[in-house]
């Protein structure tokens, strides 16, 4: 049985990480869709480089939860036949025990060279303009995919979701494209389809299934449930 999951910014709730359209929407302050663009980051280069090294310090203050556990060891059972995709661009996922994450909206502890284009790792500050380690030029900026910007590994998704029996996603408003619309590809093409969030979100009404509660209840749980239930019975 492949199974492909889709996590967003609920997973990470529960472990200190604010979501982004919960309470106030507003990280430092600032709404995403205001900070996260092309637009801003030349317009306002200094806060929207303080915005991402903020959020890259905190970092190191919050923990993975039982719901990023839970899809590590999933990934240990299911090996290939499970493909993780996450919107966050925390760390949470690699130290909850996944070795394979891929990051669609890039990555906190990444910067990209504007020069040279190399993704080099990165926990340090970037607003003072470091030069980059490939090419020594100083023009790194936030790894992470903005508004307006082509996500990551967009090919790779796509063909994973074909070849889906189960795509469950996890603590994601279904606000954003092209993560939103993950749910029907996947139907269209024969998979059942799994919700896993705190409250409905805008894309429930595509979904299979829809079990609403913290992602460090239903996460576990729905994992004992795949695990329990033989590799290869359908869920
Ligand atoms: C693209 C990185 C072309 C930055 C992010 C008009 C209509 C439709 C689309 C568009 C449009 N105009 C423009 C677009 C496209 C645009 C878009 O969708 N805009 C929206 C605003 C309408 N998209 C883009 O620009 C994307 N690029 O389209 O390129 C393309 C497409 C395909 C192929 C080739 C080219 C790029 C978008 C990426 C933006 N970057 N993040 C950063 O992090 O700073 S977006 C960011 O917000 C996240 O990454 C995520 O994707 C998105 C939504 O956030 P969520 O993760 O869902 O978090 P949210 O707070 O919204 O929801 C949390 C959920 O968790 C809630 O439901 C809550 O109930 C639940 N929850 C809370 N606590 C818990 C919980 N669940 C469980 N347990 C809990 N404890």
Redesign the pocket.
């Known amino acids: 049985m492949h199974i492909v999951v889709l996590?967003?910014?609920?997973?990470s709730?529960?472990s200190g990480v604010p979501?982004?359209?919960?309470a106030d929407?507003l990280?430092e302050g600032h709404h995403?869709?205001d900070?996260?663009t092309p637009e801003a980051y030349e317009a306002q280069p200094t806060m929207v480089q303080e915005?991402?090294d903020a959020?890259r310090a905190a970092l190191a203050t919050v923990e993975p939860n039982p719901?990023h556990q839970a899809l590590g060891r999933l990934e240990q059972e299911l090996g290939d036949d499970l493909f993780l995709v996450t919107?966050?661009?925390d760390d949470l996922h690699e130290r909850g025990g996944s070795t394979r994450v891929h990051h669609m909206?890039?990555e906190l502890r990444s910067a990209l060279c504007r020069a040279c284009h190399a993704r080099v790792e990165w926990t340090g500050t970037l607003v003072d303009y470091p030069p980059c380690p490939r090419c020594g030029i100083t023009e790194l900026r936030?790894d992470?995919?903005?508004?307006?910007?082509?996500?990551y590994g967009?090919d790779e998704i796509m063909v994973e979701l074909q070849r889906a029996d189960l795509f469950v996603s996890?603590?994601?408003?279904?606000?954003?494209?092209?993560?939103?619309g993950f749910v029907q590809f996947a139907a269209r093409h024969g998979a059942r389809t799994l919700e896993?969030?705190?409250?409905p979100?805008e894309g429930t009404p595509f979904f299979t299934e829809a079990r609403h509660?913290?992602?460090?209840v239903?996460v576990p749980a729905w994992v004992d449930e795949v695990l329990g239930s033989g590799l290869d019975a359908p869920v």
């Open positions: 996590t967003g910014a609920g997973i709730a529960e979501t982004f359209r919960d929407g990280w995403v869709e900070v996260a915005f991402y959020r719901a919107q966050n661009i909206h890039g936030p992470v995919v903005w508004f307006g910007e082509i996500p967009m996890i603590g994601t408003s279904g606000a954003v494209y092209p993560a939103a896993l969030n705190l409250v979100s509660g913290p992602a460090g239903l």
